[in-house]
Antibody, heavy 121, light 107 residues
Framework: EEQLVQSGAEVKKPGESLKISCKGSGYSFTNYWIGWVRQMPGKGLEWMGIIYPGDSETRYSPSCQGQVTISVDKSINTAYLQWSSLKASDTAIYYC??????????????WGQGTMVSVSS | DIQMTQSPSSLSASVGDRVTFTCRASQNILRLLAWYQQKPGKAPRLLIYKASTLESGVPSRFSGSGSGTEFTLTISSLQPDDFATYYCQQYYGYSGTFGQGTKVEIK
C-alpha cells in the first residue's frame, strides 16, 4: 500500500526548534515530489513548498521562504519540515502529501495523517 | 503569487441536489487545477486533477471543468457522504495555492 506516515503531535514553546517527519512506503520514494501543507485551527489549506527526493530540489511559497526548511533523507524515504525558532502563529496541523507524477505541476494524490504542532508559552 | 478565490464560501443543499462551486485564478493557470474534499479531522482527498480528470476511485457524480482563470466542480446528485469542505488548488509554475474553501452543509 502506498502511504505517507507522519511523526506524532508536538507541544513546544516559542523560540524552540522543531523537525517533523514524513515517511513514504509502498512506492519509489525518490521519484515523486513531496509537499507540505499547513492548516491553522479552523482555517483552510496553505501550500508551503515541495521537494524532489531524488536530488533535493526544493521550492517554497513566498510566505514560507526563510521561515521553514524542507529537507529529505532519501536513504530512509523520509521528508522533513523544520523550524529554527517557533512562533505561536506556527500552531497548526501540518500535512505532507505526494505530488502525482511525473512533474511537480499536479495535485497531491496521497496524504499523510497530519502532525499537530502546538506552540504556546 | 497566484491567488485563488472560491465561491460561495458555504452552501446548504439537500441529498439529491446538483451543486456547483466556482474557483477563479488571478492569472491564467491553463488547466493546472485540482479539487479536494476534506472532512473534519481528516486529511484532504484528491477528487479531480488537471481541471477535469477524475482521480481513481472517486465517484462519477463528481466532475470538473474550466481552463485559464475560471473553473467549476459539480456534484451531479449530492449524497450524504458529500457533506464536507471543498478546496481548489492551482499548481502552475512549480508552486501552489489553495482557495479558501466551500463548505457544503445539510439543508
Amino acid at each position: 500500500e502506498e502511504q505517507l506516515v507522519q511523526s506524532g503531535a508536538e507541544v513546544k514553546k516559542p523560540g524552540e526548534s522543531l523537525k517533523i517527519s514524513c515517511k513514504g512506503s509502498g512506492y519509489s520514494f525518490t521519484n515523486y515530489w513531496i509537499g507540505w501543507v499547513r492548516q491553522m485551527p479552523g482555517k483552510g489549506l496553505e501550500w508551503m513548498g515541495i521537494i524532489y527526493p531524488g536530488d533535493s530540489e526544493t521550492r517554497y511559497s513566498p510566505s514560507c521562504q526563510g521561515q521553514v526548511t524542507i529537507s529529505v533523507d532519501k536513504s530512509i524515504n523520509t521528508a522533513y519540515l523544520q523550524w529554527s525558532s517557533l512562533k505561536a502563529s506556527d500552531t497548526a496541523i501540518y500535512y505532507c502529501a505526494r505530488v502525482k507524477p511525473p512533474t511537480p505541476e499536479d495535485g497531491f494524490d496521497i496524504w499523510g495523517q497530519g502532525t499537530m504542532v502546538s506552540v504556546s508559552s | 503569487d497566484i491567488q485563488m478565490t472560491q465561491s460561495p464560501s458555504s452552501l446548504s443543499a439537500s441529498v439529491g441536489d446538483r451543486v456547483t462551486f466556482t474557483c477563479r485564478a488571478s492569472q491564467n493557470i491553463l488547466r493546472l487545477l485540482a479539487w479536494y474534499q476534506q472532512k473534519p479531522g481528516k486529511a484532504p482527498r484528491l477528487l479531480i486533477y488537471k481541471a477535469s480528470t477524475l482521480e481513481s476511485g472517486v465517484p462519477s457524480r463528481f466532475s470538473g471543468s474550466g481552463s485559464g482563470t475560471e473553473f467549476t466542480l459539480t456534484i451531479s446528485s449530492l449524497q450524504p457522504d458529500d457533506f464536507a469542505t471543498y478546496y481548489c488548488q492551482q499548481y502552475y509554475g512549480y508552486s501552489g495555492t489553495f482557495g479558501q474553501g466551500t463548505k457544503v452543509e445539510i439543508k
